[in-house]
C-alpha cells in the first residue's frame, strides 16, 4: 500500500507546511500535486518541498500525527488482507514519523519511508530528508523483495494499491496493481480501478464478496466500512 492518500487522507508534507504558513503550504502543496500527476521528478520534489520546512518546530509531527484520518475502509482492507494469511507492508513516499505509526496500529508487517532530520540544537525540522529517497523504483522493489521473501512465484499473487505517479512501477509489478482515486496519468496506466471512497473495494476485486468480507472482520472483530 502506498500511504498518503490511499491508506490515509491528504498528503503529509502537506499537513506539515500549513502549519509553516499559507504561503509555504500553498507553494508545497503545489508541487506535491505536479509529483502526483507525474509532472515533474518525485525525489527533486521531494527534497525542493522538505527544504520549504526548514524551521518548522518538530513537535508539528506529533500535531499531524494525532490529526491523521483513514481512507474510508482502509483498516478493513488491510484486516482482512492479514486474516487471510497475505504479507502487507506500507511504502511510502512520505515520512517515518507517520508511516511507522500507522504501520503499527494496522499490524503492517512492514513500512518503508522517508526520514526527516531534526536539528538536535534547535528542535526544528533541519530542511533535509536522512540517506535515500523512497521513490518509485524504491516502492517496486520492495514489493518484489517482499514477494521473494514471502515465497511467491505467481504474479497474480501480489496486490498494490496507490494513486500517485510514484505508484506505477509499484502497480505495474503487481497482478492485481489497483490506482485507488489516482491521478489521471495513473487511472490510464492501471489495469485496476477503484474510484469509490472505500477501499474495501479493492477486496472486491480480489473476489471475495461481501459475505466473505463480513465473516473475515467478525473473526477479527473488525466493523466493515462500505
Known sequence: FDLDSTVLRGETIDEIARCAGPEVFAAVAAETAAAMRGEIDFAESLRRRVARLKGVDASVLHRVREDAEFSPGAEDCIAVMKA?????????????????????????????????????????????????????????????????????????????????????????????????NAKPKVQAAARFRVNRPSLVHVLHLMGLADEEIQELLDAASHPCVL
Not at 487471510?84 to 504501520?103: K, N, P, R
Not at 517496486?140 to 506505477?168: E, F, K, W, Y
Open 84 to 180: 487471510l494469511g497475505m504479507t502487507v507492508a506500507i511504502a511510502s513516499g512520505g515520512f517515518t514519523f507517520l508511516t511507522d505509526e500507522i504501520g503499527r496500529r494496522v499490524r503492517a508487517d512492514a513500512t518503508f519511508s522517508n526520514t526527516l532530520e531534526v536539528d538536535p540544537a534547535t528542535g526544528t525540522l533541519s530542511g533535509r530528508v536522512v540517506g535515500d529517497i523512497v521513490d518509485a523504483r524504491k516502492k517496486r522493489d520492495v514489493l518484489t523483495t517482499l514477494a521473494r521473501v514471502a515465497g511467491v512465484v505467481c504474479r497474480d499473487q501480489i496486490v498494490a494499491v496507490g494513486d500517485g505517479s510514484n505508484d506505477l512501477m509499484m502497480l505495474g509489478s503487481a497482478g492485481l496493481g489497483v490506482a485507488y
